[in-house]
Structures are given as C-alpha cells and as structure tokens.
C-alpha cells in the first residue's frame, strides 16, 4: 500500500459524502444514459465518475467512494498511476496507432519479453497481444488446436472465460452471460471443480474425489486423445473466488502432460500482484502451457495476452494470430508503466499486507454473523460467501443487501458467484491502508443493518 497515489496527486484519500448515493447530477446522467445505452450493458454502482486514483473513485457531485473493485480487478496500481499516466501520455504525443501486424513498434515487444521473464516456468516462451480478456482465452484455443490437431476443450463448473460466442460456450454461468444468446460453439465439455466448501463428502476429500470425477469424464465422456486443452482460472473469480483444494491444480497438469494436452491458466483476473504472487500459478509450484493475461496488466488501458512454450505458440501458422488493434503502442507503454510500478513499489508485497488485514477483520466478523459461511482469498482478492444460518443455502438477497448498504455509504463492493450469494473485495493494491481499514468498518456496519 503505496503513499496517497496521483489521480493527480491532489486527489485526497477520504470517504467523503456530500449528497445521497447517487447524487442529483449522477441521477440526471443516469437518465440521459438510460435513454442512450442499451440496457444489457448494466450498471452496479450509478455514481458518474469525474476522477479516481489510490484508492478512491470521485464522482460529479462530489462524492468520493472507497474503492473495493478496482473496475473489476484492473486498476492494481490504481487509476492513474504516475508511470502509467506518463508513459501512455508519451506515447499518445509520438503516435497512437500504425498497427503491430503492418509496421511494428518497441513497445509490444519489450511488453512480451516482461510476460515471457514474469510469468510461470524458465523455458523459452512466445507472446501475442490482443484487445481483451475473451479474445485472448479465444486465441489460446485456436493456438491448443492448431498444436493438438484436436478438437475438444474442457473446462470447469463456475468457469468464467468471458462473453464472446466461444468463451460464453466456456462460461459456466447461464444468468446473466449466456441466456438468450446461444447456440454456442461446440466441442466445449465441462467437468467439476475441487470447491472445498461445496463439496458433498467433505472439504478433506474435495481435492483428489474431484481430480479423479474430471478425469474419470475426460478419458470416458470425451477421450483424453480429443482434448486440445484444458482451461481453468487458479483461483475461479466471477464463480466465486472459488480456490481450488490444494492437490487439484497438480494433478490435472500432470493428467494433461501424460496426454498431450494443453494445460491453459486463465490469469486475466489473478494476474500481475492481485493474490500477492505474480502468478496465482505460483502459489503451487504450477507451470502452465499457455497463460491468458489482461485486466490488472495496463493500469486500465484494455490489453491483453497469451504467453507460453515456444513450441506451442509457434504451432499457428504466420498470419493466423493478430487483429488491427491487438497490442496498441499506447496500451503497451501503459503496460510498460504499470510492471514498472509493480516492481517499484512492491504490489506483490502490498497484495499480501492488504491479504492479513481482511482476512483477519472478516474472520472476526465471520465470528459474529452466523450469515457469513466462509472467508477466502489470497492477497487482494478476498470474498465472503453467505449462506442462511444454519446451513450451506445460498443467501444471495442478504449479498445484495449489503453491498447496496455498502454503496449508499460510500463503498464500492462488488458481488459474485454461482449463486450470487458471495461479496468480493478487489482494492486496488496501492489503496492507503486507513481507507482499506475505513472500508472493513463500513462493510461491518452495512452487515449489522443487513442482517
Ligand atoms: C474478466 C475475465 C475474462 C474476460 O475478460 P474481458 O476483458 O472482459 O473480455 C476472462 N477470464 C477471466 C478469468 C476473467 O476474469
């Protein structure tokens, strides 16, 4: 948790409320908005944002908001770091575009050595950049196929891979990602996750009962000989913050190396610091084949990437990868801030800090309210998922409850989950530690008025 970062840096690092959430002018915008913007495109949180940065999200009535999201796990080094901010402005004076494909520039490179040298494994590796999360899990199956020459992929149960007609096929959740918008793309098999806290026989069983279910349903449901890949987020986000039982991860990798299968590690929402590790992979010594990056990886600006063994990125043919934006020179010199202010002020470490102090206020509180069935995460990327008393039943109206208690004090919490039944905290890992602890006191307080 760095000192107060710019947003310029007179941006003060308060929760400051000054009229209702929302306030009047957020209010008349959400009207001009709605009668603007299509409706599917939602909204959490109506507040319109004039500035933002450390950790603090300011709006046009003046409001400024604690910020537990981060824009959904992106802006790790908050929303306008220096070195972002000063490297894309840079580059927005040289050039903002000739496209990578027609006449390369620096940038793209030096941002693909940084994942080649930062991501899992010391084998020789490739990287190709794209524009999002979803067009990047796109590209590391058509890089699995065309190494594989086979056709199948297999994914998991609370599997969220992005909203693209192929990762919307690898997306497990029906409401709101999928429904009304299939057919999907075929040859997709899912196969069950080591959810500790959902499984039937038992959080010690969950990890080797549940490899043995997937495996036993690749090699007879599909043929471990049909799979091109198999793709799986270390820590499932959208699902839940679903972390699987410690043995799981190993294990498939291993069934993947027996059968020549490409073992793809989702990364887009656990990457770059946010679980105090680079990786998330790392935590368990894991070495994925392909790794798919974006969200936390240019401090807002959208980018993305698939990183992996030469051998395998190189299978695509020349020409077979790419599109006219992918690794645009201003989103790779954001990039380029961004690692650099990772480095610089220690995020992995900050993730870590930020780590201990919500775990430990939430599991006192998990003491109290018999509502909160388990605290989970690693580093700043922590959830709550709430149950009714007594029991495992989801309570998906008290997590909406709470986080709209949360909003009308001037915190920004997000919701996930399955069951939409889990509040997940992503701070940005530069936010001050008063407003990280400011934050905790208001999510308590919405909890005792919830409940
Ligand atoms: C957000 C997300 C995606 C999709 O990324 P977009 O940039 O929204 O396309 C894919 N996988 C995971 C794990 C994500 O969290």
Not at 53 to 80: P, Q, R
Not at 83 to 98: D, I, M, P, Y
Not at 134 to 161: L, Q, S
């Amino acid at each position: 948790m760095g000192a107060s970062q710019p947003g310029g840096p007179s941006l003060p690092q308060e929760r400051r409320l000054v009229t209702a959430i929302p306030g009047p002018k957020s209010t008349e915008l959400m009207t001009r908005r709605n009668a603007a913007v299509a409706r599917g495109v939602s909204t959490t949180l109506p507040v319109f944002v004039t500035q933002a940065g450390g950790g603090v999200v300011v709006d046009v009535d003046g409001n400024s908001l604690i910020d537990f999201g981060s824009g959904i796990a992106v802006t790790s080094v908050g929303n306008s770091a220096e070195g972002v901010v000063r490297r894309a402005s840079e580059q927005l004076q040289r050039f903002t575009h000739t496209c990578f494909m027609v006449t390369p520039y620096e940038s793209y490179v030096a941002v693909a050595e940084q994942l080649n040298e930062l991501t899992p494994g010391d084998h020789d590796k490739r990287t190709a950049l794209f524009n999002s999360g979803a067009e990047a899990v796109e590209n590391a199956v058509k890089i699995a196929r065309a190494h594989t020459k086979r056709p199948a992929v297999v994914v998991f149960d609370h599997g969220y891979h992005g909203r693209t007609n192929l990762t919307m096929a690898l997306t497990a959740k029906n409401m709101p990602y999928k429904e009304s918008f299939g057919p999907f793309a075929p040859e997709v098999y899912r196969v069950p996750v080591a959810y500790p806290y959902r499984w039937l026989t038992g959080a010690d069983n969950c990890a080797e009962e549940a490899a043995a279910q997937a495996i036993d349903m690749i090699t007879k449901q599909i043929g471990a000989h049909n799979v091109a890949a198999v793709v799986i987020e270390p820590i499932l986000g959208e699902g839940g913050f679903i972390e699987p039982a410690k043995g799981f991860l190993p294990r498939i990798v291993e069934f993947c190396k027996a059968n020549g299968i490409v073992f793809v590690a989702d990364e887009i929402q656990t990457g770059f610091c946010r679980t105090g590790q680079w990786f998330a992979c790392d935590d368990e010594g894991i070495v994925p084949d392909l790794i798919t990056t974006a969200k936390g990886i240019a401090g807002g600006l959208p980018l993305a990437a698939v990183t992996g063994r030469a051998e395998i990125m190189d299978s695509a043919h020349a020409g077979g990868l790419g599109g006219t934006y992918g690794g645009n020179p201003v989103a790779c010199a954001a990039a380029l801030g961004a690692i650099e202010t990772m480095r610089g002020l220690d995020l992995n470490g900050a993730a870590r800090r930020i780590g201990e102090i919500m775990l430990d206020r939430l599991g006192t509180m998990s003491e109290k309210f018999a509502e909160i069935g388990e605290v989970r995460g690693r580093g700043a990327m922590i959830a709550i998922e709430l149950v009714k008393p007594g029991s495992k039943e989801p309570n998906a109206e008290l997590a909406g409850a709470v986080a709209k208690a949360c909003h009308a004090q001037g915190l920004l919490v997000l919701t996930a989950g399955t069951y939409g039944n889990v509040l997940r905290f992503l701070p940005p890992l530069v936010i001050p530690e008063h407003l990280l602890v400011e934050g905790l006191d208001v999510l308590e307080q919405a909890f005792a008025g919830s409940v």
